[in-house]
């Protein structure tokens, strides 16, 4: 209890700090939104952006502070100190002397807290509505029994320091490096023109073999907004059951 | 009636409707004879038509449709059911696939509203299906086929590469890169091609009919008449 105690007195003194600071050298932190004080729907939607499924209430206002408190962590936009954490505070006007430490994420986010801005090429992007949950946290995975993939992302965040408009252009780049990449391989894009499912794993192995590295969730992303299917291990395995059965033509029925 | 949503495959629709102890959907056995009214029909593969049902079924946490409203107090379950489907024809992944929307039942037949127009290339149609028999097509060897060349870049095409128009009397032959790449000029960003114009007869072609002719698979549907049939529809499916 007093740890949680400590660490909700941090966010609140940071947030603060900040304010008073106006170093312009940091970037603003959003306080946290009074979760608990949110009804059941609310919650649920609010989950649902970062594909997590609907939970018991109080798990889901945990489960949103802490992602809360991944994606508003201190950061400087110049990049001249990397921060991957909370800085000392430097004038400590409660009686705590020892430092605070928030819970420390396993792989940083190299995102400031600055909401991304909308990419110019928006076909390349997710077609959702809900851009601003690009999938770059680790710990938040897609429902499970749902067959629109269960991923989770491994590290695949750049550990540099970069600004926003930094990282909008790299994934960018990454994107249109991924087209090329399929438009240069007749194999796999006689598959794609073919409607044939590719293997995520698959397809991105052979990316990096080819220097193209992007994690799993944007590439799915990516593929979504081409209308490519794809096909994770396991329904890879349930597709070869079903194939020998069913006609390519398949349908979809409303009774 | 209770609106269900289900995903059926050719082999699996005569089974569906028999109920569970030949193999049919566990859910509906036991709930009285059921009605199909609407099919989405046209999926490429098992698993878009999975992918797909089950956004049908679950829209309100389908990554795709989390700006589908939920159902409204006012809104029939299939009013809901056509709502959702509406948005999801729009949408990706599903809004370059080459589906077809019909209408089983004329008396539940709803139009798109204005709002939530389908892709061109989708189209919305009525009356019961069943697959045909097909003749023994020609089926020519590939060693007797003559060497063609592509309409578009001239180099010998391979079987598995190869692509023709399915308008009767066009000779067009071609990649499948090319002729991609041909239809993708007036959209450079996207990888799979919607439509274009056939390079030989320059009709308007669909993609996706042209792989289907390419598999063998390109009106493998055939209308029936509800006056025509004693059984179910679906007990005519030949496959």
């Not at chain 1, 950061?75 to 819970?103: C, D, I, M, V």
């Not at chain 2, 878009?48 to 956004?55: C, K, P, S």
């Not at chain 2, 209408?103 to 149609?125: C, G, N, S, V």
């Amino acid at each position: 209890v007093l740890e949680n105690f400590l660490k909700k007195s941090a966010l609140t003194f940071f947030t603060v700090a900040c304010k008073k600071r106006n170093k312009g050298a940091l970037v603003p932190i959003t306080p946290m939104p009074g979760f608990s004080n949110m009804d059941t729907p609310e919650l649920k939607n609010r989950l649902n952006r970062f594909g997590v499924r609907p939970l018991p209430k109080k798990q889901m206002v945990l489960k949103l502070r802490e992602i809360h408190q991944y994606t508003h962590q201190l950061q400087s936009s110049e990049s001249e100190e990397e921060t991957s954490g909370p800085q000392r505070p430097p004038n400590a006007s409660n009686s705590q002397s020892a430092p605070l430490s928030f819970k420390q994420p396993a792989a940083p986010p190299a995102v400031s807290p600055v909401k991304l801005p909308p990419s110019e090429e928006d076909e390349l992007l997710s077609a959702s509505q809900n851009s601003n949950t690009s999938s770059t946290f680790n710990p938040f995975l897609f429902p499970r029994s749902n067959p629109e993939l269960c991923v989770s992302e491994d590290d695949d965040s750049d550990s540099e320091g970069i600004t926003a408009s930094q990282a909008v252009v790299r994934e960018k780049d990454k994107l249109l490096a991924v087209r090329q990449f399929i438009r240069s391989d007749p194999k796999l894009y006689t598959r794609v023109l073919q409607y044939q499912p590719l293997s995520l794993a698959e397809l991105r192995s052979s990316l990096k073999a080819a220097g193209i590295r992007l994690g799993a969730a944007k590439l799915l992303d990516f593929l979504d907004s081409q209308c490519i299917t794809f096909s994770t291990a396991k329904q890879a395995c349930n597709a070869k059951k079903k194939r020998k059965a069913a006609k390519p033509n398949g349908g979809v029925a409303i009774k | 009636m209770v609106v269900e949503v289900e995903s059926f495959y050719e082999r699996r629709i005569g089974q569906h409707n028999a109920g569970r102890h030949r193999g049919g959907a566990k859910r509906t056995s036991g709930r009285g004879p059921w009605e199909m009214v609407l099919i989405v029909h046209g999926f490429p593969s098992d698993i878009a038509a999975l992918r797909f049902e089950w956004a049908w079924q679950h829209p309100h946490i389908s990554r795709r449709l989390s700006h589908v409203a939920r159902r409204s107090r006012k809104e029939s379950s299939l009013q809901f059911h056509w709502r959702v489907l509406s948005n999801m024809l729009r949408v990706a992944p599903w809004s370059r696939l080459p589906l077809t929307v019909r209408w089983l039942k004329q008396e539940y037949r709803m139009d798109f509203a204005p709002e939530l127009q389908p892709p061109l290339h989708i189209p919305l149609t009525f009356g019961c299906v069943r697959a045909k028999t097909k003749p023994q097509q020609e089926c020519k060897e590939q060693d007797e086929r003559q060497v063609e060349r592509c309409v578009l870049c001239g180099v010998f095409v391979k079987a598995m590469d190869r692509l023709s128009c399915f308008h009767p009397s066009c000779q067009m032959v071609s990649h499948l890169i090319c002729l991609a790449k041909h239809f993708l000029k007036a959209d450079p960003s996207h990888l799979l091609p919607v439509e274009g114009k056939c390079p030989g007869c320059h009709h308007s072609v669909l993609w996706g009919s042209l792989i289907r002719h390419k598999n063998g698979c390109h009106g493998d549907l055939e209308e029936i008449s509800s006056s025509s049939s004693q059984s179910h529809w679906t007990d005519e499916l030949q496959l």
